[in-house]
């Protein structure tokens, strides 16, 4: 290898020197990154433990390399401080320690098989500056992509959680729900600082997005329980209105019932028995109780009971008024047919006059076949149709 110049050396020096404190001034905040200092204080589990353990050594392996660096510069200015004007033989040793690979980096024992019988028992891996920052150039970019990810996924599941956990801290866990929700938290925490990598960001929002909604039925749940203790009196009277709702409603129901079972022939209606009376006396109990928080969770389990007893209320109401809305509508539309064969001048006609007898017999009678009611009109309809096309 040819020597380099005194002035080459120097300014071989320089560059290197420059270099040097730019590595040092990115693998010091390579040490800080963010991502690394969760991998350092919550050690990896699962996939992230996985992908973690490559990248481990090889940055190891850059610290290592950086060492070596150092160590080879440090070297070579000791010999270029110690003569102002350099002798062939400092210009070699500097042109070796610069441009060569003067470093014992590794020794690695050769198997016996392996062996000559004169040959050297270990290989010694020597290594330069150059071929040094080249690995480390290349290893750079692996470690800082998989930090990068690292963090990335964390601070999202972090950014997530926040308004759940500021509305965990507002509220407290009073409630069996809350308890659950933080419990749900504190796993997705402890998840994204062992295994961040495991989440992806579709899973990341959307149960971050289920949580949000879970705390947000809860607040409001609390809040109408903090009304219900305010407003003890007036929340109590307007339980006995929706009591006293049901009651109408079943009272209709019955009726149509009745009706249904007079005027339509159909399989037996179901017959809903009033639920109300239960439901008072528990109001009644609550009502001469003190308005605590207690009370204020039985008023307000209460009222969701009484809710679904109206919903039952309704729909049996609602079968039974169907029937009998379907009979009105069947008149309705007979009538029509009727009005409509009069205007066209065939109502006394033997076919439609036949047809008509048919269908108002069947609606006239009690109980009457919905169904076939409904067959009769309908061919009814067709009578009228086929006559006044025929005459037409």
Request: aromatic share 2%.
């Amino acid at each position: 290898m040819h020597a380099l110049t005194a002035l080459e050396i120097d300014s071989e020096l320089a560059s290197r020197g420059r270099e040097i404190d730019a590595v040092t001034a990115t693998l010091l905040e390579l040490d800080r990154h963010p991502g690394l200092v969760l991998l350092r204080g919550f050690p990896p589990t699962g996939g992230t433990a996985q992908q973690w353990r490559p990248i481990e050594q090889l940055l190891d392996l850059m610290w290592e390399d950086f060492g070596r660096i150092q160590a080879i510069l440090d070297q070579a200015r000791v010999v270029r401080a110690q003569r102002t004007k350099l002798t062939d033989a400092d210009r070699a040793e500097l042109t070796r320690l610069l441009r060569d690979r003067p470093h014992e980096a590794a020794r690695t024992a050769i198997p016996m098989a392996q062996r000559s019988l004169t040959g050297p028992g270990e290989q010694v891996l020597f290594v330069g500056i150059a071929d040094t920052l080249e690995r480390m150039r290349t290893a750079f970019p692996q470690i800082a992509r998989f930090l990068d990810a690292v963090d990335a996924a964390n601070t999202r599941v972090l950014a997530a959680l926040k308004p759940v956990q500021a509305e965990l801290t507002r509220l407290g866990g009073i409630t069996p729900e809350l308890r659950a929700i933080a419990d749900a938290v504190t796993d997705m925490l402890s998840r994204s600082a062992t295994d961040p990598l495991s989440l992806n960001t579709s899973e990341i929002d959307s149960r971050a997005a289920e949580l949000v909604r879970r705390i947000e039925r809860e607040s409001h749940d609390l809040a109408e329980l903090r009304v219900l203790s305010e407003q003890w009196p007036t929340a109590i009277e307007q339980t006995r209105d929706r009591l006293g709702a049901i009651g109408k409603v079943v009272d209709r129901g019955a009726l149509a019932r009745e009706q249904v079972q007079e005027k339509i022939h159909t399989a037996p209606l179901p017959a809903h028995r009033d639920e109300t009376g239960p439901l008072r006396r528990e109001l009644d109990a609550l009502a001469d109780g003190p308005p605590d928080t207690r009370a204020a969770f039985a008023l307000r389990e209460l009222r969701r009971r009484i809710a679904a007893a109206h919903t039952r209320a309704e729909q049996a109401l609602e079968l039974a008024q169907g029937l009998l809305d379907r009979r009105a509508e069947l008149r309705g539309r007979l009538a029509a047919y009727q009005a409509k064969a009069a205007r066209l001048g065939v109502s006394e006609e033997q076919d439609v006059l036949s047809a008509n007898r048919i269908a108002t017999g069947l609606l006239g009678r009690v109980p009457c076949d919905l169904a076939a009611v409904t067959r009769a009109i309908t061919d009814y309809q067709q009578v009228v149709a086929e006559v006044s096309g025929r005459r037409g």
